[in-house]
């Protein structure tokens, strides 16, 4: 071995920013689709959207067209049943897992390293959490839609107008890509990964349904609830308006926020921006002890 091949290897080689990040990302997706339960979760979100087709048809009512609302909320998994897309229980295992990996096994400081540095590393799981959410999302449009169109051409079913289907579509995928980055980031917050699943899970279900009630009494605050995270996310996915007659009354309700559609999405998209920056603020001043 030369003097120069041996003084080569003994200096540091200085790294570029995007390069650092790029190589930050690729380490990330390793990781994740390293993971068998990963495949497993994608296996079963698969088989479970082509079983949409069914939920269509057990839910149909041959004497009224079927409109493109229904089946976006379908495909979507009743969001208005459960507060937040069923998809989200799924998403919520590969959201979480990334940064508390890293804060709660212990192996930040060898991650901070070799990406060079923590904001790096926090924008890396970002994007690929960002990526995989809102992929998984539209793989499950997807294969939701054509299980629809398959039965219903069985079944002889007129289709609907599947054009209405893909602004709601849309926003499910933009939903679920945020979702993802607020399991993240209150993972760099709490500093635990089953205190975030449970705030995750609790909050839209009941937290947010008690806290708007609440805030109603207070006066000069009617009406505030509807502004809450979910809330707005609810009003993001489903579009009130789309529906007629006793439908809307009812998907009123279940929304439980007045905002309209384009608002309630700049609202919902406005939370996730400023929970992932505080996120990363969080994740960068944690103690390299801890991780």
Known sequence: ?????????????????????????RYEWR????????????GVVAVLSLLTGITVLLDLDRQRALSPAAVADVIMWT????????LCFFVLVLGTGPVSTDLVSGAARTTWLAVNGRATAYGAKCAVG?????????LSALLGALSCTVLLAMAGVPQPAWAGVLAPAA???????????????????????????LLLVLWPLLG?????????????????GG??????????????SAFSGEDRSFARALVGSHLSTPTATVVFFTYAIAVTAAGLWAYCRRDAKAG
């Open 31 to 42: 990781h994740l689709t390293a993971l068998r339960s990963t495949w497993i979760l994608l």
């Open 171 to 197: 926003r499910f995928v933009g939903w679920m890509g945020c979702w993802a980055l607020l399991c993240m980031a209150f993972v760099a917050l709490l500093r635990s990964r089953i205190v975030p699943v």
């Open 79 to 86: 969001p208005l049943a459960t507060q937040i897309p069923a």
């Open 130 to 138: 960002f990526a995989v959410g809102s992929g998984v999302a539209a």
């Open 227 to 240: 502004w809450l995270p979910f809330a707005a996310g609810r009003a993001m996915l489903t579009d009130v």
């Open 208 to 224: 947010e349904r008690i806290a708007g009630m609440l805030l109603g009494y207070v006066p000069g605050l009617d009406g505030v």
């Open 1 to 25: 071995m030369t003097l120069a091949t041996t003084a080569a290897l003994k200096s540091p080689v200085a790294v570029r920013p995007i390069e650092a990040f790029r190589r930050a990302c």
